[in-house]
């Protein structure tokens, strides 16, 4: 999606919390699929069903050789990560705040993905947030 794309949206969606927040995970699984395809563990991504998005969840991504999905959560604003960040879940979620430009969300993408992955290697016991998110967000 064209920055200016975007931009439309939001003022269509008359900046509006939930239509910004839409058409932030919409531009982040875009980022996420031409990331992935260049990661050899990347399988498939999609956006979150029902029960993932009441856990916070925006996308599921699919990696070959690990049983439980990699979790990501777009955001529009620093601000808007850093609070959801700060929040305890029981679950790893990768926070990625989405850029107007095109190629940033494609590198926070991908640091997240690179994060997601190497947590998911090494999680024993899932404790807090704070935990989880030892590498904080991405954009901030």
Request: glycine share 8%.
């Amino acid at each position: 999606m064209k920055p200016r794309e975007r931009r439309y949206l939001y003022k269509l969606l008359g900046e509006s919390a939930q239509g910004r927040g839409r058409v932030s995970e919409v531009s982040l699984l875009e980022a996420v699929i031409v990331v992935g395809a260049e990661l050899e563990w990347f399988a498939s991504a999609r956006k979150s069903d029902a029960s993932e998005d009441e856990r916070g969840i925006d996308i599921a991504v699919i990696a070959h050789g690990r049983d439980e999905p990699l979790y990501l959560q777009a955001k529009s604003s620093i601000g808007k990560a850093k609070s959801f960040a700060s929040k305890r879940r029981d679950i790893h979620i990768e926070v990625v705040v989405v850029s107007l430009n095109d190629e940033r969300t494609r590198e926070r993408a991908r640091e997240a993905l690179e994060n997601a992955y190497a947590e998911s290697g090494r999680r024993v016991d899932v404790g807090t947030q704070d935990q989880c998110n030892a590498s904080g967000t991405h954009g901030a």
